[in-house]
């Protein structure tokens, strides 16, 4: 088998360890620990102890202290930080999820919503452990309904204190990490009401326990027990009972009380003041979006390197086939493999664009809603694909998958909640949608159907804003010249057209089918009807999302290509085109309705992603060895080379036999000779 071209790994590994290089070998270094890593098959008492102590370990290894300020003893690093974290997925998802409660959630809440005086009261024993958190958003009765919590803080002028009360059972705050065991206190997000008036959700800090682990009088809690996966994480429930909490207690960033009651806000707008106050905590999307392409570089290279090895069915030259150069495994892993760099590349530019804002670099509140639109797109597609991914090569690693020592299966249980903490999947692509349509639509504010469409044919050539949101380009009359044949579809400006089109496409017929729903109707109608219209149109909507999210994958792989020459340029640019024309094919259906590729044409990008996996094929290995995974960091048995020991023993028994003449005869070669 020809091995020209051949990748530069190195050259690939730096492009896929991206600005932060130096912070994930670390967090690797971490990483690779015994004491640092998950035991299969452990208890959720022994698990939930273990992860509990890893947690010191960190603290010792000075693995958590970079984003917080320096005159604390940290590093004022918010990008290093993030990409640290994320390498904790092949330690233990556990221990990386309970330190992201601790540090990135209830201490990140601190340091964000609270002011200087917070700071240097609490965060010390936050980053020391002295004082292990939780974060208490998400509740029963809401879930990702932040604006509508239960909770209420209700402020006593005479007592200058607040009263946490959760009112009713739907108002239990829920599924909270060190709710159950651990935490000590709480950062607790309720309404907060003074005077009569209640100004929205702000965040409170909260005594929950002693330093001995009793509850405070009024606060109660509830184990929610054995989960479908990350049980190394006490997870529980609380409720307050008129808890009462100093005026000080408040997290007053954005919001302050003052002793008689008067509330106080430099931000005028409520509803602008809580995105802003949410807005602080996008960080947790930012770690679990590039958490999951790691989880999913490490499936690949488990499934890839055992599928190079293991052997199933004779081959024309007698011997069993590789399973990697059966079609069909190749359809199957490397369009994934493909997905997985153009997500790692993705990655990247999201935790560029939060580094900007949290640095303070670019703070500003257009790279702020920018930063929050690009976490909503990026998330949900790499959580989901991780899922897909660890299934697919559980899978095609057969038994030997499902076995818990080859890591699949624990990977996949503990990265299911990915799709929904930190916000559903589903709820955030909304988030993404009503951005896309609401700059849409202020670009032609009071146009009708005809202003509508020349909007659409001028504007799809030019506009592009930056990586957080793009504003859809390419004119609907080249598209009969961009689906006239494969060979234009190669090309990049052909595919980014594509791509580009059908996102515009998809936003421009909900604007106008919300248009049409309203336009004619008295103004008292218009609101209901409205919010039918939208209701009616959002599986639709959720679907332009998650088309722009994929744009812009498909631009971070491409923006990356810059990196390479030579054959690692062609290689990777083989690895970008299968990545797009896969997504092609996975949306046929749309613009084969659509009218903008041709059943032939359909057919022959289904054709060119053969040819493309039977290339990629012979540099999969490579490809996977550039994500720099050592087996003290996979942990699975059948990426270690003991699949290709036992295959090599097969084939010398049987040489052996041939040799000395002792190798039985098939009863069908028998007949065979009889017939002859």
Sequence with gaps: MSTAPRIDVASVRDALYGKWKDER?????????????GIPGQSMEDHRARVLEQLGGLVEEGAIQRAFPKGLGGGDNHGGNIAAFQELVYADPSLQIKSGVQWGLFGAAILHLGTREHHERWLPDIISLELPGVFAMTEIGHGSDVDSLGTTATYDPEAQAFEIHTPFAGAWKDYLGNAALHGRAAVVFAQLITRGVNHGVHAFFVPIRTPEGELLPGVGAEDDGVKGGLNGIDNGRLHFTRVRIPRQNLLNRYGDVAPDGAYSSHIESPGRRFFTMIGTLVQGRVSLDGAAVGAMKGALAIAICYGSERRQFPGPDGRDTVLLDYGQYQRRLLPRLAETYAMQFADHRLLETFD?????????????????TLAAALKPLSTWAALDTLQEAREACGGA?????????????????????????????????????????????????????????????ERVTRFGLRRIGQSLSDLGQVSRSVDSVRNPEAQRALLTERVQA?????????REATKDLPKEERAAAGAAAFNAQQAKLIEAARAHGELLQWEAFTAELAAFSGDTLTVMTWLRDLFGLRLLEKHAAWYLVHGRLSGARVEAVSAYIDRLVGRIREHALDLVEAFDLGPELLRAEIATGIEAERQAEAQRHVESQIADGTRPVHEKELRKRARS
């Design 356 to 372: 900007e804002v949290f640095s303070g670099a670019g703070d500003t509140d257009e790279n702020r809603e920018d930063l929050e």
């Design 401 to 461: 998958g499902f076995m818990a020592k080859n890591r699949l299966t624990g990977w996949r249980a503990d990265l299911d909640i990915y799709v929904t903490f930190e916000g559903d999947n589903n709820v955030l692509l909304q988030l993404v949608g009503k951005r896309l349509l609401g700059d849409y639509a202020a670009q032609f504010s009071g146009g009708d159907r005809a202003a509508l469409a020349r909007a659409a044919a001028e504007q799809f050539s």
């Design 25 to 37: 070998v670390e967090g690797r270094r971490v990483a690779a620990q015994p004491r640092f890593q």
């Design 506 to 514: 998809m936003v421009a017929d909900v604007a106008l089918a919300l």
